[in-house]
């Protein structure tokens, strides 16, 4: 929602700034489709030019990460401790039973009662590859957090490609539309024995490429992409939260202190208060009871 308010001002603060300035909109509507075309068409080509089939759907993925904000809200984070809390208390009480839970995500009876985790495949698989790990003997605390990070590191990676791909057409929206803009002056210099009310209007309309080409790299594209890494940003927290979990049981604390260890580093306005966590926890000790 916010996003397309944010939208709605940069038009209207522009636009009608421009017409409450004076201007006339006639210029820019008549020129508009075809600078529109040029500039538009130049940039979606120079976007599939620079990736592949697996970055463009990625990034048109993603675009909608402006308007949906991050995936992962407080009461996941909340619902992340409870359920790495049930997987480390069944390792330790029965190192036989857990086996079933990571080895079949899918059909886990603790990962069920989770849906919005369970359907988040790097989240099971970040979870189900460290336990089943330490249920090999590959318990090296050090080790197996420098793994974790490595990963995390190219699944960050990967993931702000789409950022990336946005902000490089954003940089290049301006020279594309002063290439417009060129070709507006070449054309209005083929017809410079028309008059002067003539060449203004063909002037003005060369102009509007210049103009778009830079409204739409400061005021969307560019903006699009900083909110597209922003969130992806904001949900690495969430993966972040399981390294620091169960690396914290692989030093042996008890799965209290693994679980407020968890709690302290999620970020301040995701993180669950320590009262309702416990009322959350004790909830899951009955229900595994």
């Not at 009608?16 to 529109?36: D, M, N, S, V």
């Not at 080790?143 to 960050?156: C, I, S």
Request: glycine share 8%.
């Amino acid at each position: 929602m916010i996003g397309i308010i944010g939208i709605a001002i940069i038009f209207v603060m522009v636009f009608g700034g421009y017409i409450a300035a004076g201007g006339k909109l006639a210029i820019i509507l008549k020129a508009l489709p075809f600078e529109l075309a040029m500039i538009g068409g130049a940039a979606v080509g120079a976007f599939l030019l620079s990736n592949d089939m697996s970055a463009v759907k990625h990034t048109m993925k993603d675009i909608g990460k402006v308007f949906k904000g991050p995936k992962w809200k407080p009461e996941d984070y909340r619902d992340l401790l409870c359920l790495l809390y049930e997987l480390i208390r069944l390792a330790r009480q029965n190192p036989v039973a857990i086996e079933e839970h990571i080895e079949a995500p899918a059909d886990s009876a603790i990962f069920s009662r989770y849906p919005r985790i369970q359907a988040d495949k790097e989240a099971v698989e970040l979870i189900a590859d460290t336990m089943r790990s330490a249920s090999m003997n590959y318990d090296d605390p050090h080790q197996v957090e420098e793994v974790l990070e490595k990963r995390m590191e190219a699944n960050f990676h990967h993931a702000m490609h789409s950022s990336h791909a946005l902000q490089t057409v954003a940089d290049g929206l301006p020279a594309l539309g002063i290439v417009a803009a060129v070709l507006g002056v070449i054309k209005t210099m083929g017809s410079i024995d028309q008059p002067p009310e003539i060449l203004g209007k063909m002037i003005g309309g060369a102009l509007v490429g210049t103009f778009l080409g830079v409204f739409l790299a400061y005021g969307l594209v560019g903006p699009f992409a900083s909110k597209v890494k922003a969130v992806i940003e904001e949900d690495s927290h969430f993966y972040q939260l399981i390294r620091e979990v169960l690396v914290a049981n692989l030093h042996n604390h008890s799965a209290n202190i693994c679980i407020e260890v968890g709690r302290q580093n999620t970020p301040a306005h995701c993180r669950p208060d320590f009262a309702d966590l416990e009322e959350a926890l004790k909830s899951v000790k009955k229900e595994a009871a």
